[in-house]
């Protein structure tokens, strides 16, 4: 069974940093893009880094550019976001997926269940 | 960025009816569309990809349509466990973007 398990959230000051984690089972996790997604109170859910299967390819939204980090350890199948000089704004539910079979152009079969961060004084 | 649009916002419906929930995209994105359901406190399921197909488990009562810039996705009989918010998702060019939402609640 494939499952995705999310630890790191909690509550942070502005411009302090966070490390999200997402320890992957059930499926080959060396061979997959991950994705990190989160969705603010009462938002939708907004797209936020990417990391190919061997790391070469890493992308983010411009709102988190030059202030997460996303990478990945195959050895320990688990998928980190590093967050720095966190702002109000990105208070949100943070998801881990997986995409599918045919990246970097498919959907997201898997989730994580979420952590919520908190950035506030 | 490719801007998607759905309606309605929400989508009120009694047990046992039909579900219409639509998204549409700012320019055409052949049939690159992924829907997901949302519960709260739980992850995200998806339910179709390539405008049509099901995910692995999701019960036959949902169905995907459409291609270029107009989708659909219908809930033929609706159960109490459907009641959720639906999102769609292209991944036809980056950014990747979702719609805004549909909720579908109890009528």
């Known amino acids: 069974e494939v499952q995705l398990l999310q630890s790191g959230g909690g509550l942070v000051q502005p411009g302090g940093s966070l490390r999200l984690s997402c320890e992957a089972s059930?499926?080959?996790?060396?061979?997959?893009?991950m994705h990190w997604v989160r969705q603010a109170p009462g938002q939708g859910l907004v797209w936020v880094a990417r990391v190919s299967s061997d790391e070469s390819n890493i992308s983010y939204a411009d709102s988190v550019k030059g202030r997460f980090t996303i990478s990945r350890d195959n050895a320990k199948n688990t998928v980190f976001l590093r967050m720095n000089s966190l702002r109000a704004d990105d208070s949100a539910v943070y998801y881990c997926?997986?995409?599918?079979?045919?990246?970097?152009?498919?959907?997201?079969?898997?989730w994580g269940q979420g952590e919520m961060v908190t950035v506030s004084s | 960025d490719i801007v998607l649009t759905q309606s309605p916002a929400t989508l009120s419906v009694s047990l046992g009816e039909r579900a219409t929930l639509s998204c549409r995209a700012s320019q055409s994105i052949s049939t690159n569309l992924a829907w997901y359901q949302l519960k709260p406190g739980q992850a995200p399921r998806l339910l179709i990809s390539a405008a049509s197909t099901k995910a692995t488990g999701i019960p036959g009562r949902f169905s995907g349509s459409g291609s270029g810039t107009e989708f659909t996705l219908t809930i033929s009989s609706l159960q109490s466990e459907d009641f959720a918010v639906y999102y769609c998702q292209q991944y036809h060019n980056w950014p990747l973007t979702f719609g805004p939402g549909t909720k579908v609640d109890i009528k």
């Open positions: 997926a997986r995409e599918g079979e045919q990246p970097p152009f498919d959907a997201f079969d898997f």
């Open positions: 059930g499926f080959t996790f060396s061979r997959y893009w």
